[in-house]
């Protein structure tokens, strides 16, 4: 396959990644990095973290009010020390196990959820799911569905802000980190900025869908997403 057409099928992917997150509030991960690893293994995780990265701020540019700020500082406070927990972990397990073991979590998680069960956002399950989604996001890329968990019963708007907060702050702090540990090449930033126009074009054509799921349907919506990546998850370690 050319260059261009992986970069084409990567950038497709992105788009509804793009879209997906732009309605919701978190997909760009999960349709994009599997696709992305496939395609050019050599632009990961940077490529997708520029996308990870860039696309937040669309979110935060139109519906910046609805931030809960107080929940995202627990949460990003959380992803910082789950960056670092992952670090440790990865010298004596495994990440295939580690990715295992969160998917099997989530998947319970949204199980129970879509029952009796509902999560406050209180600091505790704020730092938990935080701590989490930096555990998996530096060992797998997929970091959202903890703490879309946690917002799953706030309104459309709420949610989506305040993880596109903690994605812009949590991503940035990953590329920094990358680029000081001297893991960032020019290849992974060229798939990055490639792929900012699909996901441009993916949050802009998510505006109906942001509409219809504003009307009482996030919930169901997130748990669909977040149990979508859990099986990503699984099934990217399983095989």
């Known amino acids: 396959m050319s260059h261009l057409a992986a970069y084409t099928i990567i ?3 992105v788009l509804v990644g793009s879209l997906v997150q732009g309605a919701v509030g978190l997909g760009v991960g999960l349709v994009g990095s599997p696709i992305a690893a496939m395609l050019d293994p050599a632009s990961m995780p940077g490529g997708m973290l520029v996308a990870s990265t860039v696309l937040p701020l669309f979110t935060l540019a139109t519906e910046w009010r609805h931030v809960d700020l107080r929940g995202s500082g627990f949460a990003i406070g959380g992803r910082l020390a789950g960056t670092i927990i992952a670090v440790w972990l990865l010298g004596g397990m495994s990440p295939r196990a580690l990715g ?4 099997v979590m989530v998947l319970v ?3 129970l ?5 509902k999560i406050a956002a209180t600091p505790a399950t704020l730092v938990g799911a935080g701590a989490i989604a930096g555990v998996t996001s530096t060992t797998t890329s997929i970091g959202g569905p903890p703490l879309a968990l946690v917002y799953q019963h706030a309104p459309g708007p709420r949610v989506r802000a305040t993880l596109a907060m903690f994605f812009a702050i949590g991503s940035a702090f990953s590329l920094g980190s990358l680029a000081v540990a001297g893991r960032l090449d020019a290849h992974e930033m060229v798939v990055g900025l490639v792929s900012v126009p699909f996901v441009a ?3 802009a054509l998510a505006g109906p869908l942001r509409r219809y799921l504003d009307r009482g349907h996030t919930k169901s919506v997130v748990l669909v997403v977040a149990a979508l990546a859990a099986a990503v998850l699984v099934v990217k370690n399983l095989f």
């Open 201 to 203: 074009a993916g949050f």
């Open 113 to 117: 959820s879509a029952t009796t069960l």
């Open 11 to 13: 950038g497709l992917a």
């Open 100 to 103: 295992l073991s969160v998917g």
């Open 109 to 111: 998680a949204v199980a």
